[in-house]
């Protein structure tokens, strides 16, 4: 699960992280009234609240020197979409703006938390390159990424955090300090079960002061039921509405961009699906696990969710019977089709228990489907249905 700035940085508070002062507003007016608040010194920084990357290069973050330009900047950041690298084309609607005074930055650093599965650790990752994607730092100047692993069982250790402040050139008397950020971001990090905590840029001020001036954390979805204060961050309107309906429905469901529309039970059956597909030259439009044991009602919401993607031209239903038998997965799947006007070719590949049973009952039924056999065939037939070819 994913959080605004504005949430990460009241979470950064409450683990002494040092951030700058901001108020969170829903208009362009109430960013007026916000900078007031803030006091009179300018310059403010107005920034955008969506969940996505690349703000300030799509526009989304501007430093306003006046009241009449916090409102213009406001205005002008909530008009429309905000577009980044992460977004897409579409973009994405701000419905909230962070105001926040300014601050006179000497240096820009990168430093965060990740969970590295490989040595069952949590690296700390920083480099002299703030303000930059660190995959762009990672794939053209890896040599200025340094690391350091922490042993959940063991610990924090200082020496570590002092590891990372040599590899950034800063001064003797900021070790401590920064030693006590990277110590209690790695707390925040273990004790709401995160799966990244980054702080993109952390700023060392002309007055020597280290800061947090952006913060991104993300969550292990699996451990919110031990988080409610953090399920309760959760923003719906940053979510996709066919994510949130699958959600209710008990449905893996993740939008792509291609135009066949997928339908599988398991979750790695759904991966190789997706790769065969492109493999035979198509362009999955979505990841969907309906699950071993998947209802009539599941199975209508997923060919809803499949179907109400403009750009779906064709359904692949890739199912294996093993639990459940072939014959009542091919009955499930005309039962979920009721009252859902197909318009697209359906193919539909068995395997597994009663799989000739449930052919049969596929290819005496009023609707049309294709048959397919093994995977090769199925993908095959999925892209030529796409293309108009069947």
Sequence with gaps: MNIHEYQAKQLFKQYDIPTLHGKVVDSPTQAVTAAKELGTDAPWVVKAQIHAGGRGKGGGVKLAKSYDEVESYAK????????????GPEGKQVHKLLIEEGCAIDKEFYLACVLDRATSSVVVMASTEGGVEIETVAEETPEKIFKVHVDPAVGFVPYQARTLAFGLGLEKDLHKPFTALIKNLIKLFLEKDC???????????????????????????????????????????????????AAKWGLNYVGLDGNIGCMVNGAGLAMATMDSIKAHGGEPANFLDVGGGASQEMVSKAFQLILSDSNVKGILVNIFGGIVKCDVLAQGILDGLKGIELHVPLVVRLEGTNVDKGREILEKSDIKVISAIGMKEAAEKAVAAAKGAL
């Design 195 to 245: 799966s990244l905590a980054e702080i993109n840029p952390l700023v060392l001020t002309k007055d020597s002061s280290i800061i947090a001036l952006d913060g991104k954390i993300n969550f292990d979805g699996n451990a919110l039921y031990r988080h409610p204060d953090i399920k309760e961050l959760h923003d719906p309107t940053e979510e996709d509405a066919r994510d949130l309906e």
């Design 76 to 87: 002008d950041i909530m008009s429309k979409p905000l577009v980044t690298h992460q977004t």
